[in-house]
């Protein structure tokens, strides 16, 4: 018996999964708008998303197919009877090999030697005995370089043949090697020595030849050098192929000493970084902002006059010195980045045609000129040039200029990028398909202003677009993270560095109706995945719960004061959906508190704790701001002494117990987790702004605290009880 899973046939899963595909993950011949539920079945439906989640781990008993499932999902899967036991196995070569092939057979071997308790040692050629061979035919290049192709004969692709007497891996390059190593280690199944790999043969290869992630370096903190190796390796490790450098001014310019001093990368630490990824097959693109988003530079008064306006965010391409300052950084990036492809941004223009225009010049012309001359410096050093195409097609608020396609420089890439779920990404590509642009299309995990990613929205967004991109020949996927707030904690999103890189790599959509499950078993301790991916579930249920109820951003909304009149009204509206969603956070949180209990070492849990303590904490503050509410209206229609005494006195105001002291402790506690969370992954800048909001709110509780202490003071028994008001800050 064998049971094949290739490109047209049905993933193998459990029933329920069949059952209630229809939730998010589209089939074949699915439109986008199946992959959204109607809003009011959405609530049970991320809870049946929950269940088959834990069901595909064999939390409910039955579990699902009886192997492993392999995220991305290959593109041609055949399981055959029989096993390959990881006891007495080695690791050798077809042929002499190069540091790429060790590489991947390095990697190999330790994660076989893990799984089984046991060295899986690397043999020379002609060892005797079982073992798996790696036979590399070509020499591909380490890392994607222009005119890369996709598809069964890329440089990327790979095929697996494993039997119970031993396994073989094909490749055309190292970098196919490397993939393929990834499919093996996901295959392993059991512990110690009864870990094996199933009988089977794989045929694997790209569906669209580049596929990266681009890591906000600027707008928020600055990540650790180990944390980017981290978030590489974990690309790496779902077949993403780039990294985008993403730099407003953070990495280290000669000439440019007074340029954020405190708040870039080194070169030797760029180098390092590139190096590093190279060694995994991921080509570090540097993504720079040559228009726009220059605020970092504009601010020093050295080169102040340079924005537009003065100290502002984009460059006045009026100025004569602004062609000089745009040659010497493409010239000083070039050089470090030994990348084929250079990203130079050109989005989000706002000034562009309001102030600084030129009489009888059209400032869209210029923009385009500035591309220009910014894409033949940038080809000068060898390099293909990529930009955001929002002007072009329309993102964001700025209106589209389509007729600006046919003005672009030849050879050129444009990156429409478009965050939100939507149920057609077409148009957002076909001018550019039609005129023969070549294009990279990017989605993002939406986290920027929330406490924890909707992902929900980026399973639209990241399938959605991946497929307008296969059906419009893009060149690739390049996933999106920003970091706006300056309040991310990254951790939480690397479950969409995992997607993004997985929807690139496969011809069809991801499966989100199991995506949770499949990143915890390949991620955490058997012991632990299941308890993760139920989290997981379950945050991504509150977060999307409470932007409908707070019509808010998550992140901004955790900071307003819910006695305001307009959202204490919206509160008050909303108490039975808070209270499932504060439940929901709690019961994300138990999950987590076991599974760190059983990995207490596991880097990332820290870091969804953290969003799972400021649902609850959200939740409490809204339904306590409900609560008091209700006391303010009981008292004004009867005033009676006996209850003001046991609302306000004790049930609020009380010293040890009371709920002003519950919300001021739990912020106050809160604060020092989120500082720790964060300095595990970035540095301290901008860490002491960030905290400043949290000691706000501490104080924003004391000072009600004092309000109501003053209100007991002053109010008389025979005088009207004044309403909740009296409570919010003065003037």
Known sequence: MSLFWGTKTPLLRNEASDRFSCLIAPGAGDTLDSMKPAPQNLLMGRWRMLLICLGSLGVLGNGRASHRPLLPRPQEVRYQEGALPLHGLCIRFAAPADAGDRFAAGLLARGLSARAGTEIAIRETNAAGPAIVLERSGEGAAVPEDHETAGPESREACSIRTTPQGGEVRARSSAGLFYAVQTLLQMVEGEGEQALLPAAEIRDWPALAYRGFMMDLSHGQLLRVSEIERQVDLLARFKANQYYFYSEASIELEGYERVNPDARYTREQVRHIIEYARQRHVDVVPCLELYAHMHDLFRV???????????????????????????????????????????????????????????????????????????????????????????????????????????????????????????????????????????????????????????????????????????????????????????????????????????????????????????????????????????????????????????????????????????????????????????????????????????????????????????????????????????????????????????????????????????????????????????????????????????????????????????????????????????????
Do not use: C
């Open 301 to 731: 008064e050295k080169f102040a006059d340079l924005g537009l306006p003065r100290y502002g965010d984009e460059l006045d391409p009026r100025n004569p010195r602004v062609l000089a300052l745009l040659d010497d950084w493409v010239d000083q990036t070039a050089n470090l980045f030994p990348s084929h492809w250079y990203h130079a941004g050109f989005d989000e223009p706002w000034a562009l045609g309001k102030i600084g225009v030129d009489p009888g010049k059209d400032p869209y012309k210029t923009y385009i000129g500035m591309l220009a001359h910014v894409a033949q410096r940038a080809q000068s050093h060898g390099k293909r040039l990529l930009f955001w195409a929002d002007v072009l097609t329309g993102a964001g608020t700025l209106s589209n200029h389509p007729e600006l396609i046919r003005e672009l420089p030849p050879g050129i890439i444009a990156v429409p990028w478009v965050y939100d779920a939507q149920t057609d990404y077409a148009p957002h590509l076909r001018p550019l398909a039609e005129a023969g642009v070549s294009t990279v299309v990017a989605p993002a995990v939406w986290n920027w202003n929330e406490v924890f990613p909707d992902y929900h929205r980026s399973f639209i967004n990241i399938n959605g677009l991946a497929a307008t991109g296969r059906k419009f020949r893009s060149l690739g996927i390049l996933n999106t993270g920003w970091t706006d707030s300056a309040q991310t904690l990254y951790r939480q999103s690397l479950p969409g560095l995992a997607l993004g890189a997985a929807a690139g790599w496969q011809s069809v959509a991801v499966d989100t109706n199991t995506f949770f499950a499949d990143y915890a078993a390949q991620m955490y301790p058997a012991a632990v995945a299941a308890d993760v991916a139920g989290a997981l579930e379950e945050l991504s249920t509150v977060e999307e719960m409470f932007e409908g109820i707070l019509q808010d951003s998550t992140l901004l909304g955790l900071w307003r004061d819910p006695l305001d009149p307009p959202r204490l009204a919206r509160l008050e509206k909303n108490r039975d959906p808070l209270r499932k969603a504060r439940l929901a956070a709690e019961s994300a949180l138990e999950h987590l508190m076991r599974a760190r209990r059983t990995a207490p070492e596991d880097p990332t849990l820290n870091s969804l704790i953290v969003a799972a303590r400021l649902f609850d904490y959200l939740g409490m503050k809204s339904l306590y701001a409900v609560q008091w509410s209700g006391y303010f209206r009981e008292l004004q229609k009867n005033p009676d002494a006996k209850l003001v005494t046991l609302y306000i006195n004790n049930q609020m105001n009380a010293q040890d117990h009371g709920m002003l002291a519950d919300l001021a402790d739990a912020v106050s506690g809160l604060r020092e987790h989120y500082r720790q969370a964060w300095l595990e992954e970035s540095t301290p800048y901008r860490l002491g702004t960030a905290l400043a909001r949290w000691d706000a709110e501490t104080q924003h509780w004391l000072s009600t605290w004092r309000n109501v202490n003053q209100l007991l003071r002053t109010h008389r028994k025979d005088e009207p009880f004044p309403s909740i008001d009296v409570l919010l800050p003065g003037p």
